[in-house]
């Protein structure tokens, strides 16, 4: 009988969740920032063998949330914790042995599912760092694949039998559009600045998926006048290279050509409005209710 199920990617911000994913799946599905909360809503990720299908869910980083956006960030990590059948609890080796899970995430009680703990960065942590973590703790390296077959084994015992929920062949489950908007996103926290990142969303318009070159059109979403100008930069040169970027991205995901038509539009304050959020796709928090 297959075996197949829902894992969970969770740990606080920027500890190689999304960096992990990718290696699993052996795509570049998730967007990598060294800037930490780049992750907005959980990224999902296929990887399937003969017997074996996993369905992996790269999570938003466990924080305090600071304003509204944040706690619907949290909201959809937390909502996937509880759909799960495993948690892969990510934890940066070279900080040291992890503090328990359910007081890190700041949960009142334990998961009721099994909770695997998993140190990353292990290409950077030298040997006596190692042992520091004990003879049984599992680590890995996105970077150069170290521990991924040894998490793999790990977490196949702890899925249970039933058939694949999704293709074979798939390696994510999100409409085209997702990710469009997340490689903008991560264009942009690879060249801007400061705050300009975070005030940083889109909108797929229009997709031609079956014209040549694909054709999609985009409005790129800040929270100000003043950031408008920014993106698009001097004689438009940053919104090209924000699209460059971005599509580069996207014909190696589709294998065809794409042409990417950007424009910017100022969304006030969207970051803080329950009705931009709503629309943007982040889940109601339900203590707002």
């Excluded at 829902?6 to 992990?20: C, D, E, F, Y």
């Excluded at 296929?46 to 017997?51: F, G, S, Y």
């Excluded at 031609?208 to 054709?215: D, L």
């Excluded at 424009?263 to 889940?283: E, Y």
Aim: aromatic share 6%.
């Amino acid at each position: 009988m297959p075996k197949t199920g829902h894992i969970a990617l969770a740990g606080v911000p920027n500890v190689g969740k999304s960096s992990l994913l990718n290696a699993l799946v052996g795509q570049h599905l998730a967007i990598v920032s060294p800037k930490p909360q780049a992750t907005r809503l959980p990224v999902v990720g296929l990887r399937t063998t003969d017997d074996t299908q996993f369905v992996f869910h790269d999570l938003p980083g466990l924080l305090e949330p600071k304003y509204m956006m944040q706690a619907r960030m949290r909201q959809a990590a937390l909502d996937q914790l509880a759909r799960s059948h495993a948690i892969v609890y990510l934890h940066p080796a070279p900080a040291g042995v992890a503090p328990p899970f359910a007081s890190l995430a700041g949960l009142e009680a334990a998961p009721r599912v099994p909770v695997l703990t998993v140190y990353t960065k292990a290409d950077l942590v030298p040997a006596a760092a190692r042992a520091a973590l004990g003879a049984d703790a599992l680590l890995v390296s996105a970077e150069t694949g170290e521990g991924i077959a040894e998490l793999l084994t790990r977490l196949e015992c702890l899925l249970p039998e039933g058939e694949f929920e999704f293709d074979p062949t798939d390696i994510g489950t999100q409409p085209l559009n997702f990710f469009v908007v997340e490689y903008l996103r991560e264009a942009a926290f690879e060249l801007l600045e400061d705050e300009l990142p975070y005030a940083f969303t889109a909108e797929v318009e229009e997709f031609r998926e079956h014209s040549s070159p694909v054709y999609i059109r985009v409005t790129i979403l800040v929270e100000r006048e003043s950031q408008k100008g920014m993106i698009v930069g001097r004689e438009g040169r940053t919104i090209k290279a924000i699209g460059s970027h971005a599509r580069a991205r996207l014909e190696a995901l589709l294998g065809s050509p794409v042409y990417l038509d950007c424009w910017v539009k100022v969304l006030p304050n969207w970051r803080r409005n329950a009705a931009s959020l709503s629309r943007l796709g982040f889940p109601d928090d339900p203590s707002a209710s």
